[in-house]
Nanobody
Framework: QVQLVESGGGLVQAGDSLTLTCAAS????????MGWYRQAPGKQREMVAT???????DYADSVIGRFSITRDNAKSTVTLHMNNLKSEDTGRYYC???????????WGQGTQVTVSS
Protein backbone atom coordinates (compact mmCIF):
# COMPACT_ATOMS: atom_id res chain seq x y z
CA GLN A 1 0.00 0.00 0.00
CA VAL A 2 1.44 3.34 -1.07
CA GLN A 3 1.94 5.78 1.78
CA LEU A 4 3.21 9.34 1.50
CA VAL A 5 3.68 11.33 4.69
CA GLU A 6 4.53 15.01 4.40
CA SER A 7 5.93 17.12 7.23
CA GLY A 8 7.72 20.37 7.94
CA GLY A 9 5.12 22.99 7.13
CA GLY A 10 4.35 25.96 9.29
CA LEU A 11 3.57 29.63 9.61
CA VAL A 12 6.48 31.85 8.58
CA GLN A 13 7.13 35.40 7.48
CA ALA A 14 8.03 36.49 3.98
CA GLY A 15 11.71 35.94 3.36
CA ASP A 16 11.97 33.00 5.74
CA SER A 17 12.92 29.44 4.87
CA LEU A 18 11.29 26.06 5.42
CA THR A 19 12.21 22.48 4.64
CA LEU A 20 9.52 19.95 3.81
CA THR A 21 10.09 16.22 3.98
CA CYS A 22 8.13 13.39 2.42
CA ALA A 23 8.50 9.82 3.63
CA ALA A 24 7.39 7.30 1.03
CA SER A 25 6.66 3.61 1.40
CA UNK A 26 4.76 0.79 -0.23
CA UNK A 27 6.33 0.99 -3.68
CA UNK A 28 9.70 0.80 -5.42
CA UNK A 29 10.77 4.36 -4.74
CA UNK A 30 13.75 4.28 -7.08
CA UNK A 31 11.53 3.55 -10.07
CA UNK A 32 9.59 6.80 -9.87
CA UNK A 33 10.08 10.45 -10.56
CA MET A 34 8.80 12.15 -7.41
CA GLY A 35 7.40 15.61 -7.00
CA TRP A 36 6.13 18.27 -4.67
CA TYR A 37 2.84 19.94 -5.47
CA ARG A 38 0.80 22.63 -3.78
CA GLN A 39 -2.75 23.78 -3.67
CA ALA A 40 -3.88 27.21 -2.56
CA PRO A 41 -7.47 27.86 -1.50
CA GLY A 42 -9.72 28.10 -4.52
CA LYS A 43 -6.99 27.07 -6.92
CA GLN A 44 -6.02 23.89 -8.67
CA ARG A 45 -3.12 21.79 -7.48
CA GLU A 46 0.08 22.82 -9.24
CA MET A 47 3.48 21.29 -9.69
CA VAL A 48 6.24 22.90 -7.64
CA ALA A 49 9.22 20.66 -8.36
CA THR A 50 10.03 17.16 -9.53
CA UNK A 51 13.12 15.02 -9.17
CA UNK A 52 14.07 11.99 -11.24
CA UNK A 53 15.78 8.97 -9.77
CA UNK A 54 19.06 10.39 -11.07
CA UNK A 55 18.59 13.52 -8.99
CA UNK A 56 17.85 15.74 -11.98
CA UNK A 57 15.18 18.25 -11.08
CA ASP A 58 12.61 20.51 -12.71
CA TYR A 59 10.91 23.50 -11.15
CA ALA A 60 7.92 25.71 -11.65
CA ASP A 61 9.02 29.11 -12.97
CA SER A 62 7.75 30.81 -9.82
CA VAL A 63 10.16 28.95 -7.53
CA ILE A 64 13.32 28.79 -9.64
CA GLY A 65 16.25 30.08 -7.64
CA ARG A 66 14.38 29.82 -4.34
CA PHE A 67 13.40 26.15 -3.95
CA SER A 68 15.51 23.02 -4.20
CA ILE A 69 14.24 19.44 -4.36
CA THR A 70 16.34 16.44 -3.42
CA ARG A 71 15.75 12.77 -2.82
CA ASP A 72 17.37 10.05 -0.79
CA ASN A 73 16.76 6.78 -2.59
CA ALA A 74 18.14 4.73 0.29
CA LYS A 75 15.67 6.27 2.73
CA SER A 76 12.78 6.76 0.29
CA THR A 77 12.46 10.42 1.15
CA VAL A 78 11.98 13.57 -0.88
CA THR A 79 12.91 16.96 0.54
CA LEU A 80 11.91 20.43 -0.58
CA HIS A 81 14.11 23.26 0.64
CA MET A 82 12.28 26.56 0.35
CA ASN A 83 14.10 29.87 0.70
CA ASN A 84 12.95 33.47 0.44
CA LEU A 85 9.34 32.47 0.87
CA LYS A 86 6.65 34.74 -0.50
CA SER A 87 2.99 35.11 0.38
CA GLU A 88 2.08 33.48 -2.93
CA ASP A 89 3.84 30.30 -1.75
CA THR A 90 1.05 29.80 0.77
CA GLY A 91 -0.81 26.55 0.29
CA ARG A 92 -1.00 22.90 1.21
CA TYR A 93 2.02 21.00 -0.06
CA TYR A 94 1.88 17.38 -1.15
CA CYS A 95 4.36 14.90 -2.49
CA UNK A 96 3.55 12.06 -4.85
CA UNK A 97 4.81 10.05 -7.74
CA UNK A 98 4.84 12.49 -10.65
CA UNK A 99 2.85 10.03 -12.73
CA UNK A 100 -0.06 10.62 -10.32
CA UNK A 101 -0.24 14.35 -11.03
CA UNK A 102 -2.75 15.87 -11.34
CA UNK A 103 -5.65 13.46 -11.11
CA UNK A 104 -4.18 10.22 -9.82
CA UNK A 105 -4.57 8.66 -6.41
CA UNK A 106 -2.40 8.11 -3.33
CA TRP A 107 -2.34 11.75 -2.29
CA GLY A 108 -1.45 12.08 1.37
CA GLN A 109 -2.62 14.62 3.92
CA GLY A 110 -0.10 17.23 2.85
CA THR A 111 1.51 19.85 5.04
CA GLN A 112 0.34 23.44 5.31
CA VAL A 113 2.67 26.31 4.50
CA THR A 114 1.48 29.79 5.36
CA VAL A 115 3.61 32.81 4.54
CA SER A 116 2.62 36.11 6.07
CA SER A 117 3.71 39.30 4.37
Amino acid sequence: QVQLVESGGGLVQAGDSLTLTCAASGFEFLWYTMGWYRQAPGKQREMVATVRNTGDADYADSVIGRFSITRDNAKSTVTLHMNNLKSEDTGRYYCNQHIKFPNGDNWGQGTQVTVSS
